[in-house]
């Protein structure tokens, strides 16, 4: 049984998703971000998110199906990151600029993520959900930045290194708070990116 199976609603899959403010929305986001920090995503409840603002339980649900996917929806909500304007007209710069991105989100929100780690392992529909939610759209937005070099000709389609540059990037965004203590700021990045990124891609 998944986390959040006991906490739903019968009639919720009937019921129509409503539109909400986006400071309301936010309001939600909040409140079960706070229930996270404090208490942990296994505590966490529907019931206790509707009781800390003052809505009821039917409409968290009629906004988002099930647990996973509220928690997945509001870590999204806080952070930020988006790649779609990056475009400096080389594969390297946007590279570059990626990584800053990165870095610039790393120091926020990048603990919160990391102490849903257990629950991940546990919960194979908040894994899914954060993958859905929170991973694949990143990984979509690096593949088209790495794609429109390889039509720029910037560098083949069928470089060996091409597959591995999300893994790299992503990989020690989470890895250094665990190896040095210390979040993956965007100098760090940028210089990971610039020292073992761009040579793999046979780029500068």
Same mark, same amino acid.
Request: with cysteine; aromatic share 6%.
């Given at each position: 049984?998944?986390?959040?199976?006991?906490?739903?609603?019968?009639?919720?899959?009937?019921?129509?998703?409503?539109?909400?403010?986006?400071?309301?929305?936010?309001?939600?986001?909040?409140?079960?971000?706070?229930?996270?920090?404090?208490?942990?995503?296994?505590?966490?409840?529907?019931?206790?998110?509707?009781?800390?603002?003052?809505?009821?339980?039917?409409?968290?649900?009629?906004?988002?199906?099930?647990?996973?996917?509220?928690?997945?929806?509001?870590?999204?909500?806080?952070?930020?990151?988006?790649?779609?304007?990056?475009?400096?007209?080389?594969l390297a710069g946007?590279?570059?600029? $990626?990584?800053?991105? !990165?870095?610039?989100?790393?120091?926020?929100?990048?603990? &919160? @993520?990391?102490?849903?780690?257990? /629950? =991940? %392992?546990?919960?194979?529909?908040?894994?899914?959900?954060?993958?859905?939610?929170l991973v694949e759209?990143?990984?979509?937005?690096?593949?088209?930045?790495?794609?429109?070099?390889?039509?720029?000709?910037?560098?083949?389609?069928?470089?060996?290194?091409l597959p591995y540059?999300?893994?790299?990037?992503?990989?020690?965004?989470? $890895?250094?708070?665990? !190896?040095?203590?210390?979040?993956?700021?965007?100098?760090? &990045? @940028?210089?990971?990116?610039?020292? /073992? =990124? %761009?040579?793999?891609?046979?780029?500068?």
């Amino acid at each position: 049984m998944t986390s959040q199976a006991a906490d739903r609603p019968e009639t919720v899959g009937a019921s129509r998703r409503s539109k909400l403010t986006r400071e309301r929305e936010q309001e939600f986001f909040d409140a079960v971000i706070e229930q996270i920090r404090e208490c942990g995503y296994d505590a966490v409840t529907m019931d206790g998110v509707a009781t800390s603002t003052r809505c009821s339980k039917s409409t968290l649900y009629r906004q988002w199906k099930t647990k996973p996917q509220f928690v997945a929806a509001a870590l999204r909500s806080r952070r930020r990151v988006c790649f779609e304007g990056i475009d400096s007209g080389s594969l390297a710069g946007d590279l570059r600029q $990626v990584a800053r991105v !990165l870095g610039e989100w790393s120091g926020r929100d990048h603990r &919160l @993520v990391q102490a849903l780690g257990h /629950a =991940v %392992l546990e919960d194979e529909e908040l894994a899914q959900a954060l993958r859905e939610t929170l991973v694949e759209p990143d990984l979509a937005a690096v593949e088209r930045i790495l794609r429109r070099g390889v039509e720029r000709g910037e560098i083949a389609a069928g470089h060996p290194a091409l597959p591995y540059v999300a893994a790299q990037i992503f990989g020690v965004l989470r $890895v250094r708070p665990m !190896l040095d203590g210390r979040d993956a700021d965007p100098d760090f &990045l @940028v210089e990971f990116v610039e020292s /073992a =990124v %761009l040579p793999a891609l046979g780029l500068t």
